[in-house]
């Protein structure tokens, strides 16, 4: 008798006690729901972790207002069937509000603008622990997160003075008006996220699957056409064969050139790839240490 | 897909070739990404660096780029066809042994490096006795830099006596030898043939083969519980479900329990999950356990067999490792969480301060700071319900937090 689980069942255990901790932590807890394949397996694990009660967390969505309309409707789809409370945190509400301001130009993005929106809105929901969707092979900044990562009283991070995680005992522990950030999948890959998706038979956005689109390219990066964006003169449309390998904003997603119509194909892609998911975000592109210092402000 | 998931931790200074050979590892099993290699090769460049540096692999702060110096743990994950690898990589310098313990305190092999030309130093030593006191199963030896030495067998065959005449006096159930050459490759993935004398296999070969199936505990039933499951919906309308993560031992359907701290018996009716009923399960698993009798039973509480229970005491004693520049208090009060309890307790007697590099006990030396090894005896105000350490790495462990500044103060290892 061998009493041994495959790397995804073991993955998956580990995810669950983390959002079980979470819920028997916190007093209110929320998700941070993106629309994107990590925050659907974290949705897909939350239920398995609960069931057959509901999950204990509110959905929390940060829309920017330049998502792929193919995400707004998987997002209400999901929510709906789970049975959770989604809560909008609007970007351009915060720009109609003058909270915030636009940047200009052809690299305009609202991608910064994001933390400001979600800080406020984690402060006005009284949220204690927000969970993410973040993994740790993402990212070299992502690399040194904890599971359970403090924020202070202005949701900053401090990766140099970060406490030990030991074991599976996860200190939440925290002064009023702090508050948590929780990365149940941080030990996922990539191709582990795909591959446990195929064999959950998990429902995904149109948007990871080829189709053709309206594209232009810049900076090696190829990226859809949308009223969110403006080209420069020599940026011209063509329609291409492409995919999604991560969802972000529609003006700073890179597309993939791929055949990849089944999530086998796409696990197959993966397995091969020879460039990382990030490979194509532009917001992750601005300096080398992009991510670490969007994410000591209070960024996902 | 039948892949297993091995955890492994690596510590070392920037100059014995662990990022080399972690760097080696990810690019032969094709986990460095060409926009990966193509940002370090740029930073390395830009920073005048000869060659491509491939700690910038794995040092991700801006600091530790800056300084060239790795400050934290970091994750990195590779796979084979066989088996899925993640790597707690952390520094080696004595001023991190708290983070080398981080790293090590959920791995199944640690792999411990010594450059061929220094043999053994202070630094093998430390990681050594740490991969030893968080009771890492296996322990992999790699001499490293062996195309510096002539590939010479002698070379070998000293530093692994040297160090088995050393680690006999730690307690570790499986140590490795392999000579290696990070930088030429020489039996990290492939076979040497600089070293024909060597019949044993490669580093990739033993990561992938190490039987780690029997390293948890299949025999000391635990389950502490995390919470209880109330769906409160007209489908479910009795159901009272206990979820938690196997921590010991299998637990089968109609088993006969015992709750602790009440003491009291039952029988496992369900043992549920998502996918649904299983007849047994066993650590890591994540499942809910039902009950035949309805109970007063929360988080915190444990069921357990009958005829096997854990030690049920408010006094502990234990290995602790301090992790902050406040010094350890005697009779000072601290949170302290273990499994799925949290409870104050206050510190007792410092029995002694262990010098990581000699393994000596000092008796009369009571300051316990940063990264100090120690010791201790610990009262809390509830019993505890625990296993020693060295029987079961999730019931004998504990950290203690500071509860003025929240901060995780210190690691035990139960005795």
Redesign the interface.
Known sequence: M?????????????S??VL??V??KFENPVLLFSGGKDSILMAHLA????????IPFVFLHVDTGHNFPETLTYRDELVEKLGVRLIVASVQEAIDKRLIVEEKGYHASRNLLQTFVLLDALEKGKYDAALGGGR??E??????ERFFSHRDEFGQWD??N????????F?A???PGEHFRVFPI??W?E??VW?YLA?EKVPLPSLYFSHKRKIFERDGLILADSPYITRKPEEVLEERVIRCRTIGDMTCTGLWESDASTIEDIIREVST????ER?GRADDKRS??AM??RKKEGYF | ?????LRFTTAGSVDDGKSTLIGRLLYDSKSI????YE?IEA?SLRRGEEGVNLAL???????E?EQGIT???????F?TPK??F?VADCPGHIQYT??M??GA??ANVALVLIDARQGIVEQTRRHSFIASLLQIPHLVVCINKMDLMDYSEEVYQQIKEEFSGFSNKLNVKDIHFIPISALKGDNVVEASENMPWYKGGTLMYYLENVHI?SD?N?IDTRFPI??V?????D??HD?RGY???IAGG?LKKGDEVTLLPSGFSSRIAKI????GELEEA?????V?VLLEDDFDLG?GDMIVRQNNQPTISQDIELMICW?NDRPLQVRGKY?L??T?QEMRCMVGEIRYKLNINTLHRDLEDKHIGMNDIARITIRCTKPLFFDSYRKN??TG???L?DEHT???VG?GMII
Not at chain 1, 139 to 144: F, Q
Not at chain 1, 162 to 169: A, D, F, G, K, M
Not at chain 2, 71 to 77: E, G, K, M, Q, S
């Open positions: 061998t009493y041994q689980l495959n790397h995804l069942k073991e993955l998956e255990s580990e669950i006690f079980r901790e819920a028997a239920m398995k972790a609960f069931h057959p009660a509901r740790r092979d990212e070299k900044a992502r690399a040194k990766p140099k970060q406490r030990p995680e030991l074991w599976n005992l200190n522990r925290k002064q941080s030990n890959t191709l582990d591959q064999e790839a020879r460039k990382t490979g080398d240490t670490e210092d | 897909m039948t892949t297993e998931l990404f060409e926009d990966q940002a930073t692999l794995t040092d991700g702060l801006k600091a780029r400050i934290d743990v970091a994750y990195r994950y796979a088996r899925k993640i708290r983070n313990v981080t305190s959920t199936g948890n299949f995390q919470q499951i109330r769906p409160y919906s489908d479910y159901y979820a938690g993560r299998v549920d999950t998502y996918d066993y650590p890591p698993m994540s809910t988080r992790f949170l969480m273990h799925t790495r999730i462990s504990v950290i937090v929240n901060e995780t690691a």
